[in-house]
């Protein structure tokens, strides 16, 4: 066992070379030097040259807290970490690697605060603290939701953020956001079961939501059409609510439905216990696909069909977005704002064509 | 869609309340305004009281770059994000989670970096960087592995930091570190199975490590001692090659095992599914542990046996472990570092005694 002295040394640093001293080799004023790390291009490239020259000469690093009193910028993008709705973000933690990653070209980083979900009064309280005291430059703004008081008081305020999630029920919002397109999803997955001659499609969705829950099966409705029975959609948050919900489904004899399109992975994991309960075998008598495509879908056996997000894309344009806000010079435009197409990533679960008793009656 | 121009404000902040304005007004020294900041011990209660006002009366916020400059401290300690080894840190967005939580009363909030996974030049790359340019204090270092260069360019460095993981083939280590008791784990998990009256259990891991694999695989072999068949283990990387693994062991007449200890969630599927392959019942027909207790293991039904980490336990004490080695006042001692024990989670994949036949041989 580790003992609580050895090691105590609490960081010596090194003498720090002053941005002074820097001054005084290069033969120029501190702020000319200041300009050199923080505004190059002000200086012209002969100055910025010898500053350079007597910045490697004497081994100066531009010290992060003198270097925000300077530009007034953190270099840090404020993120709430804990937990979300339904799982929907989808592997937290994968997102948040992406969006360091993505940020890490342009020399900004991520720092991590939380609040509880769902409470967006304590969320913008955690945002007033950071901001005002300068701890980030702008905020990720996760998991939106309708009625969601944050964005728009960040847009009162001036702060640059941006959204992962669409602005739901605001259709005067003019931040930008970044929202996996769910309900191209859920066509996705219709399309995919009717091309394996299925003919009754069912869904298992959410209880209503009046945002991404709603929309995945208005989606559903829409693309499944006559194929979507009348009763075909049960409503659950967790799989076993799920499986109890959709057993009377598959109780419905002829018109029961020969797949299932869930919208997440927990859901669906919930149907294909539904049945198996009912002594069909998933996948082969009944189709089910979800939706995340997370460690549910991908490491069990049989797999399940699923709609990956592509997190990195995701990652990707919300911080080129934010930065874009700061004035971040990024050489180019950002990635475009608004909804990103899912993947289908079809597994055996889905990969048996439809009994052919129910392509037969549906001939 | 949101176009670029409408919120791009880039942060207007109201008229900043200076350090110089609240000694004025207090009439003290800037370096007393300071103290009361950073240092309020060294005030006597009057001072500090008479400043405390002062700063209310203004509005003052200390800014942290202006905080930092004073304390030379960021605030901030660094943890990095990304890919993990056979996901044991489980769950690494609700560990981070918990980590933010537990730093916050003390003021201290995390910096997401990240770094190749398994490269410790690259990530020791990372750590100088950050720690050279103040903008962490300390680290927390994740992921442990035998011959690992993190904990010793630390603590060369003098560099505050703690380990998630403890220092695998290095008795000579000395600083603090936190990890899930795996053999423990191991051992809670034979017991239970025992009492459920197996009499021959196997175990899957991971292919020899140096490391945590190894010492799961040990824990179970001194644990099952003679219900242990000599040839009762598999080892694997992912739940495909699990299955594979385990197919031998099941085929193996009276002598196969009634029941198998997993390394991990993942592996635990797998072995359930060699087990449904085999034309057996999992859970009643043979008996299937896992660990790390993930949705993999609580959401499918049956649901899984598993290992809960207690993740809060372990934030708390790696905060406070590395909150103590920078000095900072925990008004207590730090949590202790060393091993946590895991909780066992029974569920239906072990919830059934052992098939009769079984007991009756044994007995």
Known sequence: MPTADDTRASTPRAPRVTIRAVAEHAGVSRQTVSNAVNAPDRLSPTTLDRVRRSVAALGYRPDRAARA??????????????ATAHRTAAHPDRLLHELVAA?????????????????????IAAYAELLAAGDVDAVVVADTHPGDARPGWLAARGAAFVAHGRPWGDPDATHPWVDVDGALGVRLAVEHLAERGHRRIGFVGWPADGAGGDARRAAWREAAGALAGPDATAAADDPAAA??????????????????????????LGALAAVADAGAVPGRDVAVTGFDDSDLASLPRPGLTSLRQPIRLVAQTLVEQVLDRLGVDLGRAPAPAGPVPPELVVRASSAAPAPAAVRALSA
Chains 1, 2 share one sequence.
């Open 103 to 123: 940020a890490r070209p342009h020399g900004y980083r991520f720092l991590a605060f939380d609040a509880p979900y769902g409470d967006d009064a304590a969320e």
């Open 243 to 268: 499986a109890r919900a959709v057993a009377p489904l598959l109780a419905g004899a002829g018109a029961a439905p020969t797949s299932l399109v869930c919208a997440s992975d927990a859901l669906a």
């Open 69 to 82: 009193l300077t530009s007034r910028r953190s270099g840090l993008i404020g993120i709430r970490v804990g």
